[in-house]
């Protein structure tokens, strides 16, 4: 039997501490698609659709495909922006009713003027318009926040098990699995979930929560559970339920996701000490640098509070301004986000030598900008990384070197680009011409994402409690909407 289904994606990852607002044209630059015309660079948040398409397609299903959009990390993304796309994708959806299913790729953590859980207020517009009886399922990031309209609005959220993001791809068949068995054979979903009560960022890359991913795969493999989430949250969006959760998808057993939930999410309340990542100071992780033997793999170190993934501006100088004040040398610093010196340096061309003001530009967080006297080391035009199984842009990159032009073991080179992004694999310093495994330190801007690329070439991944609006402070981070008690602001938030 032929099915009809509907599928489309909105989102955003909201850092309310951001001086970049999300507008229209951010949503742009980043991606709008629409009529599933993705073309030949598809990012992270279209590959679900074009997966849910050839899934549908070879089983003869009819597929409409209403708009896709979502933006870089960056402020709140106002209300005239949400209210646009919102009410885009509902049209397409009126347009292509009747449908026997909805598939929406989400981000989770979009907060919008006058809608702090966005998309769990698109969630119930869908809802609305498609009746209580017709399938609603939607996949998003970990990183979101699952809501209590997220939950009574869908019949199945599937987020992402791992962090860095690899298995998108993966995650968007483990849902359509379960649209399938819902349209085919009358599957009847029920969902609870468990509050954890937590703050904070957990890599999936480290024990022993990597191993609680792989439990939560075994788990699935039981006959009645559907699907495990582990929702970490996103810790600098100003909404009121925010935090760590749990989810679990059980065929038609509300008691048994229920149960579930709550033991899975006890072991990660335990644990919590042991599953959030291990930040070094600033300092003590560039005094490492000088221990590192010649002809080693690089010491790789994360900005981390500096990361366009979690919506800061990716221009920060104070790794650069403590290096420089330290003279340390050896090191290479990528991408930092500043389109005028990207500019300049593309003007003045390959070989110059030239007085540059770099980064500092987007207000306190970013730091001051710096007057540096820069050698033009490489330039690259509409330069790209990978990213799990996407491409990401870098935009134009140049390659600029504080030091001796000739003496890799001295100077300290970055890689400047013209659109925001984080650093996801060490071609975020190959492009420009530079080889990463010649340096004894990389400087990473991104807080996780990286790890999948770099891990192979590091000698040691260090996590830097760096300076900005992405800070690790967690119990610091101010939530002028949040009502609830969470750790580590609260040592106990349980009581």
């Known amino acids: 039997m032929s099915h009809r289904i509907f599928t489309a994606c909105l989102g955003t990852e909201t850092n309310s501490l951001s001086p970049i607002p999300t507008g229209l044209d951010l949503f ?30 070879a089983l003869g299903w009819q597929v409409f495909q209403g708009l896709a959009a979502f933006a870089t990390p960056a402020g709140d993304t106002t ?8 009410d885009e994708i509902l049209a397409d959806l009126e347009k292509a009713m009747p449908v026997d299913a909805v598939l929406l790729n989400l981000h989770g953590a979009m907060v919008a003027e006058g809608y702090p859980d966005a998309e769990g207020d698109l969630l119930s517009c869908v809802r609305q318009l498609i009746g209580d009886d017709i399938p609603l399922l939607a996949e998003a990031d970990l990183h979101g926040h699952m809501t209590q309209a997220k939950l009574d609005a869908a019949d199945v959220l599937v987020y992402f098990k791992e962090y860095p993001h690899i298995d998108a791809v993966e995650r968007a068949n483990e849902l359509f699995d379960i649209a399938e068995r819902m349209l ?120 981390t509070a500096d990361n366009t993934g979690i919506g800061a501006a990716g221009d920060s100088t104070f790794v650069l301004a403590s290096l420089i004040e330290k003279s340390i040398g050896g090191v290479a610093i990528s991408p930092l986000w500043d389109p005028v010196a990207v500019s300049v340096a593309f003007d003045a061309g390959l070989g110059a030598r030239l007085s540059m003001r770099i980064g500092g530009k987007l207000g306190p967080a970013s730091g001051n900008p710096l007057d540096l006297t820069v050698t033009v080391m490489g330039l690259t ?6 990213f799990g199984g996407s491409r990401a842009p870098l935009g134009d990159v140049a390659w600029v070197r504080i030091g001796d032009p ?24 190959s492009v420009a011409g530079l080889d990463p495994l010649t340096r004894r330190a990389l400087v ?40 609830a008690k969470l750790w580590p602001a609260v040592d106990d938030p349980h009581r």
């Open 381 to 386: 035009r509409d330069a790209e990384q990978p």
């Open 406 to 429: 000739h003496n890799d073991d001295t100077a300290i080179d970055i890689i400047l680009n013209s659109q925001r992004v984080q650093a996801f694999d060490p071609a975020c310093f």
């Open 184 to 303: 085919v054979d009358g599957l009847k979903p029920r969902m609870a979930m468990h509050d954890c009560r937590m703050l904070g960022i957990f890599p999936t890359t480290r024990e022993p929560l990597q191993s609680f991913v792989t439990g939560m795969k075994q788990l699935e493999q039981q006959p009645d559970i559907l699907s495990v989430s582990l929702v970490h949250g996103f810790p600098w969006s100003n909404t009121p339920e925010i935090g760590t959760r749990v989810l679990v998808v059980t065929d038609n057993n509300t008691e048994l996701a229920r149960s579930t939930a709550t033991e899975l999410g006890d072991w990660v309340w335990q644990n919590r000490q042991r599953i959030i990542a291990p930040f070094v100071s600033m300092d003590e992780a560039l005094e490492k640098i000088a221990h590192v033997s010649a002809g080693s793999k690089p010491l790789v170190l994360a900005d």
């Open 444 to 483: 990473v801007k991104s807080t996780q994402h990286f790890h999948a690329g770099f891990a192979p070439v590091a000698s040691e991944i260090i996590y830097m409690a760096t300076p900005g609006c992405g800070s690790m402070d967690f119990a610091g981070i101010e939530h002028p909407l949040l009502t």
């Open 28 to 57: 742009s630059r980043t991606m709008m698609v629409r009529n599933g015309e993705f073309g030949e660079r598809v990012s992270l948040f279209g590959l679900p659709l074009i997966t849910w398409r050839e899934r549908a397609d």
């Open 79 to 86: 209300r005239a922006a949400y209210e646009a796309l919102r």
